[in-house]
C-alpha cells in the first residue's frame, strides 16, 4: 500500500484496513508458526503497511490538534 492510497483514505476505512491487516497479520504468525508460510516476505510488508496506516493517524491526530 502506497501513501498516496492512504492520504485518500478516510479515518474510518483507516481503521478499517488497520483491523483487517492486523488480522492477516495474526493468520501470517499462525502459518509461519504451523510451517505453512509461502510467502515470507508478506509478513515485513504486512508490517511496514501497519506502520504507515499508523503513522498516518497520527500525523491527522496532530494536525487537527493544531500542532502541525
Known sequence: MKPEE?????????EDQLASLKKEQFNLRFQRATG???????????R??????????????????GNE
Open 48 to 65: 511496514r503497511d501497519i506502520a504507515r496506516i499508523k503513522t498516518m493517524q497520527g500525523h491527522r491526530r496532530r494536525v487537527a490538534a
Open 6 to 14: 492512504l492520504r485518500g483514505m478516510t479515518p474510518d476505512q483507516l
Open 36 to 46: 505453512q508460510l509461502e510467502n515470507t516476505a508478506r509478513v515485513r510488508a504486512v
